[in-house]
């Protein structure tokens, strides 16, 4: 399996390259805030618990994001690999993670990471969210609250990729096609 966390800020392209990434190496893509906003849509328990934190731009627990992960992936069966867009965001969740990898006997070959500077971040959030419909995108003081988590609370993960020489940094400045390429670049040599 090839096994790939696409890492950054809200707004950095997660979600545009993850979905060039999946058609180019057959890959599920697992995103933790695509399938909350499932959940809402549906109206289900977890979508009902997860609105509040969603709302706020704050951190859904990490007991329900991880249970939603180890439910999805074992519910999917046999896949060639995955790339977890916007999970882990806690190192809790990264730890919870190995675990689920171990159980299934794989593991996660790398973490790209894109970098955006925060008002290019800003920028595409606000236009997206003319858009989007998704409540997060459209205020300004959501939008600072969500960058602030991800440095105070998703950053740390960073670290923890690091330590296991996994980390690889990619300017997520550019053309869609130029960064795409340049992830190809280092999943081709971690695969
Ligand atoms: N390289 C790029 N240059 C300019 N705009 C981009 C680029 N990549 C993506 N975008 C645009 O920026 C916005 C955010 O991209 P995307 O939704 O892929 O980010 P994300 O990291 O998945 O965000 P989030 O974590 O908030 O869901 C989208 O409107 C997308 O079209
Ligand atoms: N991995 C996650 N941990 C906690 N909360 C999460 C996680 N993934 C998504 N969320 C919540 O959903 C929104 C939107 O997520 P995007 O990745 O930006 O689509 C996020 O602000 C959290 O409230």
Redesign the pocket.
Known sequence: MLNIVLFGP?GAGKGTQSAKLIEKYNLTHI????L?RKHLGEGTELGKK?QT??DQ????PDSL?IDMVRDKIKGDGQVNGIIF??????VA?AEALDQLMSELETDINGMVALEVPEDELRNRIMERGKTSGRT?DQDSEKVTT?IQVYEKETLPVAEFYKKQDKFFSINGVGSIEEIFNNICGVIDQVK
């Open positions: 809200p995103s933790t805030g695509d909350f997860a934190f969603m731009g704050r951190l859904v994001v867009d916007g999970f882990p965001r806690t969740q997060d969500r």
